[in-house]
């Protein structure tokens, strides 16, 4: 068996470190940048740190701002046409997933014309050439686009969410820069910060895992539980937001390798259908899931709980499993995690249109334990 890891070329770390935007945009020989982010970064000057160091080094650039919180492919098709106007050579995403994922469907649609349709790139398309160089500077600890080969798209006419995994999307370079993140609201930095444990935790125990993936996942829910609640109800304090910064760029450099399980697979259609937050919906069912998954992953729940500082000495692997589910819920209702389906207004005639999405979801075959469908349905009603 072959196993491949891809990882962006470079990238910078650190309070501060959007700063080295200009002399990666220079030494790359590139003459113009369309700026992709979203309204509220631009209200709350966010977009502005960043835009403010290219004004600074005199680097031309025109902002696409018509990013969407659950990015569709008309969205995609718009942003194409702004970059097509623009002249610009790369393209600099501020923002989270949804920017992050909206400026890989335009530098890919872009340079492989022949998936215009932006649906035709659901699953692991076979684009031809690199998307536009893109530069990503994340403004929240969650998703870990920028480093991942991984985006998410919702294809409006199907009210469905399309995964894509594509290699030639991946960022030339990511700028994790934590000041950007100050200014996030405490339950976005619950969301998203829970959101980076599910990619962890799901790419530890994926059927894809592997030695390598291994070792930065268990990092990342480390990590993380050291510094989520710190970040959330200390927001501008540097360690907590670098701390998570970094713990949600390693579980991302793993899981975008390796792929994730049934708790994404169960998570996507919530937000294609009832446009919850995405960090909301992994959270919300994670611990349930982990329970239920328990049973075939016994040996790494033990490291899991270790990690989350739920291990004790003396413990028989049941026992750390279920102190490893029960850390998870723990920190989930720590930072204001939603714990019921009904809070988000979902009511139980919506589980099978819910099911029917996330049976066919690209993650769910990842899952170690064998789903079906009426497994799924069980799984809603335990949390509705």
Not at 106 to 131: H, M, Y
Not at 133 to 139: E, G, M
Not at 240 to 247: C, H, Q, T, V, Y
Request: aromatic content about 6%.
């Amino acid at each position: 068996m072959t196993n491949r890891f891809i990882l962006n070329e470079v990238s910078y770390f650190g309070p501060g470190s959007r700063h080295e935007l200009p002399s990666v945009i220079k030494q790359k020989g590139f003459k113009k940048a369309l700026v992709v982010t979203d309204k509220g970064l631009i209200r709350f000057g966010v977009a502005k740190m960043v835009t403010d160091v290219l004004d600074e080094a005199g680097i031309p650039y025109e902002v696409f701002s018509e990013v969407k919180p659950n990015p569709t492919v008309s969205n995609v098709k718009a942003g194409v046409e702004a970059l097509a106007r623009s002249g610009a050579d790369c393209i600099i995403a501020v923002g989270g997933g949804s920017s992050i994922d909206t400026a890989k469907g335009i530098g890919i649609v872009t340079n492989n014309p022949e998936f215009a349709d932006v649906v035709s790139l659901e699953g692991c398309a076979p684009t031809t050439k690199k998307s536009v160089p893109i530069i990503a500077l994340p403004t929240t600890a969650g998703t870990a686009a920028e480093t991942t080969i991984n985006y998410v798209i919702i294809d409006e006419e199907k009210q469905k969410k399309m995964v894509c995994v594509d290699p030639n999307d991946i960022p030339c370079c990511s700028i994790i820069d934590a000041e950007l993140m100050y200014t996030l609201p405490a339950s976005t930095t619950a969301a998203t910060g829970m959101d980076a444990l599910t990619h962890a935790i799901e790419g530890y125990i994926t059927k894809g895992a592997w030695t390598l993936s291994d070792m930065f996942e268990i990092e990342a829910i480390r990590l993380i539980n050291k510094h989520l609640r710190q970040a959330v109800y200390d927001p501008t304090n540097p360690e907590g937001r670098s701390g998570m910064a970094l713990a949600q760029y390693v579980a991302g450099m793993a899981f975008s390798n390796v792929g994730l399980g049934l708790v994404h697979g169960m998570a996507h259609p919530m937000g294609s259908l009832f446009d919850i937050p995405h960090g909301v919906a992994n959270a919300l069912l994670l611990p349930t899931i982990m329970e239920w998954n328990a049973v075939v992953c016994l040996d790494k729940y033990v490291e899991i709980a270790k990690a989350m500082d739920a291990w004790k000495p003396g413990m028989t692997k049941h026992e750390a499993a279920e102190a490893a589910c029960a850390a998870v819920r723990q920190l989930s209702k720590e930072v204001g995690i939603p714990q019921t389906l009904s809070e988000l207004g979902i009511k139980k005639e919506d589980i099978d249109a819910l099911a029917d999405q996330a049976i066919t979801d690209v993650c769910t075959p990842g899952n170690p334990r064998k789903v079906s469908r009426e497994d799924i349905v069980e799984l809603y009603n335990k949390v509705l």
